[in-house]
């Protein structure tokens, strides 16, 4: 099992969603600037993979509504590919219905750290 973590959004205000997507398309719009890093967007889902060591620059992110568990089993392949210490985000409340497809993939859910 690689470690992983589903850290929940406490805030999801129209600021806080708006702070957080434009951050995304921020790290998901420069890839060339880590040399094999990896970044896209696909259904619904973030890949950030850039090898460094934070957590924040290793993640799966679920960011819309049009999520697929498709999509979030391609990116968590991805990273494991890689093997590199990764962290898959959810939303509180909004993808909780995933929770159970992360654990079909062997990831735990630790809402209370980053890091695990």
Known sequence: MIPATVPASPDRSVGAIAV?????EGE???PSQVAGAVTRRTDGVALIATGL???ALNQVIVDGDDA?????A?????MRERRDR????LRMGTDDRFVPFIAELG?????QQAVC
């Open 20 to 24: 957080e997507e434009t951050a995304l």
């Open 53 to 55: 060591p934070l957590l």
């Open 28 to 30: 998901c719009g420069e």
């Open 74 to 78: 391609g990116a968590v392949a991805v």
């Open 86 to 89: 990764f962290v898959v985000s």
């Open 68 to 72: 697929t568990t498709a999509a979030i």
């Open 107 to 111: 990831l735990r859910r630790d809402n």
